[in-house]
């Protein structure tokens, strides 16, 4: 059994100016929004992005899909699905005698979800503080049929732990700025096949995967 322990630095500049730009495009806002509560509601939806290195967007927690959906004004329910599958297939060609080795023929199939309750302890601030934690489950599957077989299969199961800030810029955004810890236990199930000699191997990590600083935006709906 492995334990791996990786870091990933996020820029910080990107950060702070990143608040600066949404506020100042954001300082025409009604003077409803100035004089309103800036509580959540039970039932509020939001749709969340992550800011990346020159401002592109990626999936914040999910890359299919990241959303959360409000219990309450101090509560949410946060959840991210990432789905990806590949088809390969290679024929490699021979002179001009049309001449093809056999194929190369190769899949992958790969799914994550991960499930968080969010607390806000404070309502009707502008700045709120969150914390919250989470089941996580993963699976994986790869295959190779040409020119020797290999199957691999990844299950995993995990928890979760964020804490962060969100800042409210208007009634449809909100800035967030979060810390996360996953902690994952992974099973691998491995098959080969080459020149006929078969071959085995189930393996186990513990995987502990500590991020620095994410930085998104939540889209109200």
């Known amino acids: 059994m492995n334990i791996i322990s990786s870091n990933r630095v996020s820029n910080g500049f990107i950060v702070i100016l990143a608040v600066l730009l949404a506020q100042f495009a954001y300082t025409q806002e009604d003077d ?9 509601r039970k039932g509020l939806w939001a749709l969340q992005f992550r800011i990346d290195h020159n401002f592109t967007l990626s999936s914040f927690q999910g890359g299919t899909i990241s959303a959360k959906v409000h219990t309450s004004d101090k509560s949410a329910i946060r959840f991210g699905l990432s789905v ?3 088809y390969h297939k290679d024929e490699e060609q021979e002179n001009a005698l049309l001449i093809y080795d056999p194929d190369m023929k190769y899949h992958q199939e790969s799914l994550t979800f991960d499930l968080q309750y969010i607390r806000y302890p404070s309502a009707d601030k502008q700045a709120k503080f969150f914390y919250g934690f989470g089941p996580l489950i993963t699976g994986s ?18 928890l979760t ?6 800042y409210i810029v208007s009634p449809h955004l909100g800035l967030t700025a979060e810390y ?5 236990y992974v099973r691998n199930y491995s098959r080969y096949n080459s020149v006929g000699y078969p071959y085995k191997y189930i393996g186990e990590d513990i995987i502990v995967d500590t991020n620095a600083v994410k930085f998104g935006v939540s889209v109200y709906l």
């Open 180 to 184: 996360g810890t996953i902690v994952k």
């Open 32 to 40: 409803a929004f100035s004089s309103a509560t800036y509580n959540f």
């Open 161 to 166: 732990v964020v804490l962060g800030a969100e």
């Open 84 to 86: 990806s599958g590949e």
């Open 141 to 158: 599957h790869q295959s190779t049929i040409l020119p020797s077989s290999s199957r691999i299969y990844s299950i995993g199961v995990g």
